[in-house]
Each structure stands twice: as C-alpha cells, then as structure tokens.
C-alpha cells in the first residue's frame, strides 16, 4: 500500500515552524531550532561578558541556550549525565514593570538601592536553589546540610529553612510580600528585612564550591535585557560583576546603547573592559559568517516541514532565485532602452564596426554606454571600444557603476525599479538580524503557498522582492511601538529613506551607491554644538537601539563615545521599501541641524542634503513603493 500523497505546508504552518521569532515565545522549541554561531564557545568562558545587539539578533536566544534547561535538550545526546557538564548557567530576564517599581520620590535614592539589593539577592538566590532541585530530580546528589539552610535563611532575613524545599518556599512567601509592599512604600518602609547585597548569593556559591559536582565547574547568571535596569540598579549589578570573581560571572544580554552605566555603587570604581568583562557585539561576531549561519538555521527550520509532509525541499540557497546583474537588467526593462539607443546612435553615424561592438557587448554594458555617454556628453565610441577592448579604466568604471545601474533603468516609471532576491542579498537585508532574516525567509515561503507553487520550487525574484517591500515597511510601522522616540525615528527613516532613492536613482555623474551618513566634526560646524549635540545623540542612539539605524565604526579617530566617531545608515531591511543599495558603500555628510530637521522639517532638510549633492529635489518624482508615505513628503 501505498501513503497517500502529502497536501503540502499551510502559511500558518510556515509561520510557526520558520517565521517564529521570539526565544520567549518559542519555548523548548528555541532549543531545537539552535544553530550554534562560531563565537558560541566564546560565551563559556570563565570571564563575564557582555553580549550586544540590537532587536532581533538573538541575544535572548544565546543567553537561554547556556541556561541548564538549554544545555539539557543541547547535550541531550551526549554520553554521561548533568554532573559532567563543564557549566551551569542561571537565565534571568528583566522585568521592566517590576525594576521600574524601585523607584520614585516616596523614599531616598539611597534607600531605593538598599531594597533593590534586596530584591536581587532573592531573584539570584533563587535561581540557583530552583537549579539545586531540578538537579536533584535529574539523577544528582547535591546535599548542603540543615545547619548550611539555616544560615543561608539568616543572610537573606527569611523564616528559618533546614532543606531546600523549605528555603525555596520561605525564599518565595517572602519575594511575594516584599515585592508587596513595595508597591506601597510610602506605607511600610520599615521592617521590611533586607539582605545585604551578594552577601547571599556568595554564601550558597561557597558552599556549592565546597561540593565534589561544583568544585571545578564554571557557574553563569545569564542576565537578559540589562538596558531594562535603571542607572543606579544597573550601578549595583555592576558592583556584583566586579566583585564576582571565581565563584561566578555574568553573561549580560544588552541593546547596543543599553550599557549606560560603568561605574560601581562606589562612584570611584568602575567596570572596564577586558579586565573586568569581554564585549561580544553578536553583529560584528557573525557578519563574516553570517551567510552560512543563517543557512543552517533555516534550515534546521525547514526540516520540521519536510519531515511533517514528506516532502523533499533543497538546500536553503536554491531556494531562491539569484539572477545576474544582466538577467535583472533585462528583467527590469533594458532592452528596450538599449535598442532605442541603439538606433540613436547609428542615426548620428556610429560607424558598422563600432555598431557591431556595440551589438557584443551585455545588456547592463549597453545601458552603461547609453548612460555614460549622456551624462558627460561624450561620444559613445570611446566607451564601446574601451568596454570591448576591456581596458582597465572602462572596466574598473564599469564595476564601479554596474550595481548603482540598476537602480535608474526603470526611473520615474511605475512597479518594481530593482530586484532583490537570492540567498546572498537576504543576508544582507537583513544584516546579521536573525529575527528579519526569519520574517524574509518565512515571508517569501507563505507567498509561495499562497501563489500555489510546491513549497521545494524555486521562489522567483519578483516574489522575494515584493516581500522584501513588505516586511520593511512593516518594521518601519513597529517602530511606532518600539520606543518613546516612535514619532521622531519614523521621520527619520522616511526622510533618509528618500535622500538615498534619490541618490541611487541617478548614479551616473555622482558618486555611485552611496547608503551611507557622517556628521561633520564640531570645528568643522564652528564651535560646540551642545545641546544640539545632545538632542542628535538622543535621537541616533535610540534609533541604533531599535535597528532603525546601523552604525560602524568611523576613519576619523574621536572619542568613541562621540557620535562623530561613527559613520551611519539605515538598517538594509528599509532598502527595498525605499529603492536603494542594501550594500555598504559611500557616504554623505549630513549636519547635526540638517539631522534634527530631518524630523521637524523633513522637507527643507531633504531638499538642503539633495541638492548639496548635486541633485534637484524637483525632477524627482516619488516612486510607487512612496505613495503610502505621499502626505509626508507632500
């Protein structure tokens, strides 16, 4: 007999399997679909670290992985049982409501910081007393000993305890009825039986220490959403990484700006880097080899749906179409275009021989040719027979302009005015951002479905373009519920947005592909900016924090804590919402006055950048993909 034939995957299905994207809400399933990065061991190491990145890029995801739970369906595998593993580590996502409760003007700031100790001492404590029992349930023995609970119950001022289920229980009454009357702190401010900060914490890692299973073993808290904290809770758990030393270290997940604060609850000591933690920024760490961790995460994805369905799909980069510069080019309309020229130019007398060199060479150096010609007004002849004659000035100028192209071929006309599609360009829309990667990839698989093609074919470039479009301007909608900023971010990416479409749709007689900002140095404006610099910095920083903006690091050497020392774009996820280069090229200089007016004059600074560049605001018409944002640049 014979199995029936499979119906093949839903969009829904798709969504859950490959376009999940949080590890919060993926469960044990974030385990399953880990693909391990190069840097990954680097994360174990006995030195407490820091791990940034931006919205999406897999930092929860990391920090879990490392967790006991993580490590449990990771190793699963492995011969020999928990006792054997070389870590342990203890995962703590910041609540925001509840940090966001230690503060306010019923108390001193002094008195915040003593109950927030507190409240740490008892989240840590916990954690490490929750991972004893899942332990011991696990085929470990770990025995500390009445009189140990009884002492630990002292230090953190809870009923007395002699086992762990009892000090877990006491520990856990007591958590509730602090956090309790926190929220009437004007009300009970005394006797509320504080602990002292990591005083706690100490005393059950030294005893774990003393035992045969932690003698040697490396022990993480994996502290998640640190930028959650405020300045001076982040001031304190600053003062438990310096003060951790062998017993335990922390791996910290933060946003890229979200590491405010350096100092230690004593304002004269300070965390430093390497000698206090290492800095691992995940984007940095994985754009060499973004490529093919991406391709192994998708694909650890498709498997569910092929093993659900009994279907066979090939390896993740056949996928989706590539087509070559030339096969865009005529995809988007350039042969029409070239045999125009075509019949120009042997009408103003390009002799046969140059018409057949003509004939020979490729589309997309064909409409060089044309393009070239008519924007330094020279004659055709020279730039065929260099092109054909492959003389390296014509070639390196070709190259330089070749992709820049693209971009004009279908300028002022309505549809689709470049293509973005293969493996390679995913990557980099999405820029080393797991979480885009997985919203393209499961974005391009649904169209798939929906368009009723087998879920193994080949995804044409002009399906995977479209869903570029879509999931850009998607995100730039999120940015609307992604900060206090929503407002001022979305004008900035609509107005830079415009300023590179622009740029990139008239290439020839300008610097091609330019993607990239810089701001003028302070003696280059004339003097100290100060608030102005302030209010820019703000505004950069919050917009780096929520990938509305990447930032690389600049030629000039300035402090690097100057938003001068940095060159800016926008992230490429926006590059197919707008119609410019997702690469990484040249750049601009934008003013911190331009910068703010992008905001709250998007239309003079437009202009006042554009035609510094050469380029008059006037002859530009919005293309198609605008028309959504037509109010704003009206």
Same mark, same amino acid.
């Given at each position: 007999?014979?199995?029936? *034939?499979?119906?093949?995957?839903?969009?829904?299905?798709?969504?859950?399997?490959?376009?999940?994207?949080?590890?919060?809400?993926?469960? @044990?399933?974030?385990?399953?679909?880990?693909?391990?990065?190069?840097?990954?061991?680097?994360?174990?190491?006995?030195?407490?670290?820091?791990?940034?990145?931006?919205?999406?890029?897999?930092?929860?995801?990391? #920090?879990?992985?490392?967790?006991?739970?993580?490590?449990?369906?990771?190793?699963?595998?492995?011969?020999?049982?928990?006792?054997?593993?070389?870590?342990?580590?203890?995962?703590?996502?910041?609540?925001?409501?509840?940090?966001?409760?230690?503060?306010?003007?019923?108390?001193?700031?002094?008195?915040?910081?003593?109950?927030?100790?507190?409240?740490?001492?008892?989240?840590?404590?916990?954690?490490?007393?929750?991972?004893?029992?899942?332990?011991?349930?696990?085929?470990?023995?770990?025995? #500390?000993?009445?009189?140990?609970?009884?002492?630990?119950?002292?230090?953190?001022?809870?009923?007395?305890?002699?086992?762990?289920?009892?000090? !877990?229980?006491?520990?856990? !009454?007591?958590?509730?009825?602090?956090?309790?009357?926190?929220?009437?702190?004007?009300?009970?401010?005394?006797?509320?039986?504080?602990?002292?900060?990591?005083?706690?914490?100490?005393?059950?890692?030294?005893?774990?220490?003393?035992?045969?299973?932690?003698?040697?073993? +490396?022990?993480?808290? #994996?502290?998640?959403?640190?930028?959650?904290?405020?300045?001076?809770?982040?001031?304190?758990?600053?003062?438990?990484?310096?003060?951790?030393?062998?017993?335990?270290?922390?791996?910290?997940?933060?946003?890229?700006?979200?590491?405010? !604060?350096?100092?230690?609850?004593?304002?004269?000591?300070?965390?430093?880097? *390497?000698?206090?933690?290492?800095?691992?920024?995940?984007?940095?760490?994985?754009?060499?080899?973004?490529?093919?961790?991406?391709?192994?995460?998708?694909?650890?994805?498709?498997?569910?749906?092929?093993?659900?369905?009994?279907?066979? %799909?090939?390896?993740?980069? #056949?996928?989706?179409?590539?087509?070559?510069?030339?096969?865009?080019?005529?995809?988007?309309?350039?042969?029409?275009?070239?045999?125009?020229?075509?019949?120009?130019?042997?009408?103003?007398?390009?002799?046969?021989?140059?018409?057949?060199?003509?004939?020979?060479?490729?589309?997309?150096?064909?409409?060089?040719?044309?393009?070239?010609?008519?924007?330094?007004?020279?004659?055709?002849?020279?730039?065929?027979?260099?092109?054909?004659?492959?003389?390296?000035?014509?070639?390196?100028?070709?190259?330089?302009?070749?992709?820049?192209?693209?971009?004009?071929?279908?300028?002022?006309?309505?549809?689709?005015?470049?293509?973005?599609?293969?493996?390679?360009?995913?990557?980099?829309?999405?820029?080393?951002?797991?979480?885009?990667?997985?919203?393209?990839?499961?974005?391009?698989?649904?169209?798939?479905? +929906?368009?009723?093609?087998?879920?193994?074919?080949?995804?044409?470039?002009?399906?995977?373009?479209?869903?570029?479009?879509?999931?850009?301007?998607?995100?730039?909608?999120?940015?609307?519920?992604?900060?206090?900023?929503?407002?001022?971010?979305?004008?900035?990416?609509?107005?830079?947005?415009?300023?590179?479409?622009?740029?990139?749709?008239?290439?020839?007689?300008?610097?091609?592909?330019?993607?990239?900002?810089?701001?003028?140095?302070?003696?280059?404006?004339?003097?100290?900016?100060?608030? %102005?610099?302030?209010?820019?910095? @703000?505004?950069?920083?919050?917009?780096?924090?929520?990938?509305?903006?990447?930032?690389?690091?600049?030629?000039?050497?300035?402090?690097?804590?100057?938003?001068?020392?940095?060159?800016?774009?926008?992230? *490429?996820?926006?590059?197919?919402?707008?119609?410019?280069?997702?690469?990484?090229?040249?750049?601009?200089?934008?003013?911190?006055?331009?910068?703010?007016?992008?905001?709250?004059?998007?239309?003079?600074?437009?202009?006042?950048?554009?035609?510094?560049?050469?380029?008059? *605001?006037?002859?530009?018409?919005?293309? @198609?993909?605008?028309?959504?944002?037509?109010?704003?640049?009206?």
């Amino acid at each position: 007999m014979t199995n029936p *034939p499979s119906t093949g995957p839903t969009e829904q299905e798709i969504l859950d399997l490959v376009g999940a994207l949080r590890a919060e809400s993926l469960g @044990d399933q974030v385990f399953k679909y880990f693909a391990e990065p190069a840097f990954f061991p680097n994360l174990q190491s006995r030195q407490s670290c820091l791990l940034k990145g931006g919205r999406g890029t897999g930092k929860t995801t990391l #920090l879990r992985c490392l967790s006991y739970q993580g490590q449990a369906v990771l190793r699963a595998a492995e011969a020999g049982g928990v006792a054997e593993w070389p870590f342990y580590g203890f995962f703590w996502r910041i609540n925001t409501n509840r940090v966001a409760a230690f503060a306010g003007p019923e108390i001193p700031d002094t008195r915040w910081s003593k109950l927030f100790g507190h409240y740490v001492n008892l989240e840590l404590t916990d954690l490490v007393l929750e991972f004893l029992e899942w332990a011991v349930a696990h085929g470990c023995s770990v025995e #500390l000993g009445e009189s140990f609970y009884e002492e630990l119950s002292v230090s953190l001022n809870i009923d007395t305890s002699r086992t762990l289920t009892e000090v !877990r229980q006491h520990l856990r !009454r007591s958590r509730t009825q602090f956090q309790a009357r926190i929220n009437n702190i004007a009300d009970s401010n005394s006797n509320l039986g504080l602990s002292m900060p990591g005083h706690p914490v100490d005393l059950l890692v030294t005893q774990l220490r003393q035992h045969e299973m932690f003698r040697k073993k +490396k022990l993480f808290f #994996l502290i998640d959403e640190y930028e959650s904290l405020l300045d001076y809770q982040q001031e304190l758990f600053n003062t438990f990484i310096k003060q951790s030393s062998d017993l335990y270290v922390f791996k910290i997940g933060v946003k890229e700006m979200g590491f405010r !604060r350096h100092a230690t609850i004593n304002p004269h000591e300070h965390l430093s880097s *390497p000698a206090d933690y290492d800095v691992i920024n995940i984007a940095e760490q994985l754009a060499p080899r973004f490529e093919r961790f991406a391709e192994d995460l998708v694909a650890s994805r498709l498997r569910s749906l092929s093993a659900t369905h009994v279907q066979s %799909i090939p390896s993740v980069r #056949l996928l989706f179409e590539s087509p070559t510069l030339d096969e865009e080019a005529v995809r988007l309309g350039v042969s029409p275009l070239n045999e125009e020229y075509r019949r120009v130019i042997c009408a103003e007398g390009l002799s046969g021989g140059d018409a057949s060199l003509f004939d020979a060479l490729t589309p997309l150096q064909k409409f060089f040719v044309r393009t070239w010609s008519k924007s330094t007004r020279t004659h055709p002849t020279g730039i065929i027979r260099g092109l054909t004659k492959r003389q390296p000035s014509w070639i390196r100028r070709y190259g330089n302009y070749s992709f820049a192209l693209l971009f004009s071929i279908r300028a002022g006309k309505p549809g689709r005015h470049k293509l973005y599609a293969g493996w390679r360009t995913i990557c980099r829309l999405a820029n080393a951002n797991v979480r885009y990667l997985l919203e393209l990839v499961a974005g391009m698989l649904q169209e798939q479905i +929906k368009n009723g093609r087998q879920i193994g074919s080949e995804i044409p470039a002009e399906v995977q373009t479209d869903r570029a479009y879509e999931v850009g301007r998607k995100n730039l909608q999120e940015l609307e519920r992604q900060s206090d900023q929503a407002a001022s971010l979305t004008k900035v990416v609509l107005s830079l947005g415009r300023v590179f479409e622009v740029l990139a749709t008239s290439p020839t007689g300008h610097t091609p592909e330019v993607t990239q900002f810089v701001l003028p140095s302070a003696t280059e404006v004339g003097g100290t900016p100060g608030d %102005i610099e302030r209010r820019v910095a @703000d505004l950069l920083n919050e917009a780096v924090n929520v990938s509305a903006l990447v930032r690389y690091p600049g030629s000039k050497l300035q402090e690097p804590s100057s938003v001068r020392s940095y060159d800016y774009s926008l992230h *490429p996820i926006f590059a197919a919402l707008f119609g410019f280069s997702y690469r990484r090229k040249r750049k601009i200089e934008i003013t911190e006055e331009e910068f703010l007016a992008l905001v709250s004059e998007p239309k003079w600074a437009i202009n006042r950048i554009l035609m510094r560049q050469n380029r008059d *605001p006037s002859t530009a018409e919005i293309p @198609d993909q605008l028309r959504l944002f037509s109010s704003f640049y009206a």
